[in-house]
């Protein structure tokens, strides 16, 4: 079997391309042939995307004033003479929203070839947000965006055309979609995917990389004070609104000041030293990490992940930080209610409410056995439910059945 995963690329701090980089790795474990078609090629093994720069730069001047995003990638259109694509038996989607890729080409691409979707966000069906927030416009039809500075932005209102437009390419479209959360899938069910068989599959993680170490070890390897309780916070860029840094901040003024004297807040990610100037607790911040080993230290030094994102399609640091026996705090949103279960694998706040984010804080770095508890169980959920293997094995069973010509039926 020979499967091409199309993405803007094959290497990068983004949880897309981890999630596809992985993917492929697992794939090629289980002796599926699997190649990456990217624009960002990095790698050897992958393939470059077919580029009319001069004219899609031209192009991209007129669709941005306009308030339209990637429809200005008209080699998309060329993807069909890629010797890749040729000779894959089954096309697989990723994050075709990030400049590269024209989602009017999506047509003329599935017509003879078997081709998956894969959900990272909502953009797929929405006017133009990767995540609607609470606006529900996209279920009928998009127009009069309340958040047009969502990524990607838009200069002006044009989101029921960009909807339209989805739409009719969708009528014409051949797709089987595939969502990494419950929530994700129900969302993709309500709007204009809903033509198309919705499975859900889960990511998954490397659970001999990503597995619990010795924490005194792990603290001592990374400058952290002794006998201090440990508090993890780790995004892309700690400032992103959506990822809910500001909640954080005003989380971590509400502890108790016995609570606060006994604890250090260990981040990673870009920005970081301007975020630990904000917060009145001992911090020490890693900078941008990448290496799967060094966040597996990171997650196996902390005693609780929080995480007070905005909106989750599904959370794969979160799911990292449990492979790694770390309990998690966040809020109950999106995608996040799949991984984070109250008193299994952690606590759930209500949305926004840096005052309950708080109280997570506190009854778990505060109660031992609870603690430990949770440190159980988040490696028992991760390793039964979100193995890389086991994400593969339903991605290898959907691949099959397309061949076969039948519909799979995801399991409940």
């Not at 020979?2 to 289980?30: C, E, F, M, P, Y």
């Not at 308030?67 to 003479?81: A, E, I, M």
């Not at 990511?203 to 597995?211: A, L, R, S």
């Amino acid at each position: 079997m020979k499967i091409l995963l199309v993405h803007s690329s094959d290497a990068g701090w983004g949880g897309g391309q981890t999630v596809l980089n992985r993917l492929q790795s697992g794939l090629r474990k289980a002796g599926v042939e699997a190649t990456i078609l990217c624009k960002g090629k990095t790698r050897d093994d992958s393939i470059a995307m077919p580029r009319a720069a001069r004219l899609e730069s031209f192009l991209k001047k007129i669709t941005q004033r306009v308030g339209l995003n990637d429809v200005h990638c008209v080699s998309s259109f060329n993807v069909r003479k890629v010797p890749a694509y040729q000779h894959a038996d089954i096309v697989d989607l990723h994050c075709i929203h990030s400049g590269f890729f024209s989602y009017l080409a999506l047509p003329r691409l599935t017509k003879d070839k078997p081709t998956v979707l894969t959900l990272h966000d909502m953009w797929p069906f929405t006017g133009h947000c990767h995540n609607s927030r609470d606006c529900k416009r996209w279920k009928t039809g998009c127009g009069k965006c309340p958040y047009p500075e969502t990524e990607p932005a838009i200069r002006r209102d044009a989101t029921h055309l960009e909807w339209r437009l989805k739409d009719w390419t969708y009528q014409r479209s051949r797709l089987t979609v595939v969502a990494p959360s419950t929530w994700l899938a129900e969302q993709a069910k309500q709007g204009i995917l809903s033509r198309f068989p919705v499975h859900l599959i889960p990511h998954g993680v490397d659970t001999e990389v990503y597995q619990p170490l010795d924490p005194e070890r792990c603290r001592f390897a990374l400058g952290l004070p002794p006998g201090k309780k440990v508090i993890l916070f780790a995004v892309d860029d700690l400032t992103r609104y959506l990822k809910g840094g500001d909640l954080l901040q005003e989380a971590l003024r509400a502890l108790p000041s016995s609570l606060k004297a006994e604890t250090v807040l260990l981040l990673f990610g870009n920005k970081g030293e301007a975020f630990a100037r904000t917060v009145d607790i001992p911090t020490v911040s890693l900078g941008y990490i990448s290496g799967d080993r060094l966040k597996a230290v990171a997650y196996s030094a902390a005693d609780i992940f929080v995480s007070p994102t905005r909106a989750e399609a599904f959370g794969l640091v979160l799911l990292e930080s449990m492979a790694c026996s770390t309990p998690v705090v966040s809020f109950r949103i999106n995608g996040v209610p799949d991984l984070v279960r109250p008193g299994v694998t952690g606590y759930l706040a209500e949305p926004e409410n840096a005052n309950d984010l708080a109280q997570g804080i506190v009854q778990i770095l505060e109660d031992e056995p609870l603690r430990q508890s949770l440190r159980q169980q988040c490696r028992t959920v991760a390793v039964r439910e979100y193995s890389l293997e086991l994400q593969v094995q339903r991605y290898i069973k959907v691949y099959e059945q397309l061949l076969d010509g039948g519909t799979y039926v995801a399991a409940s």
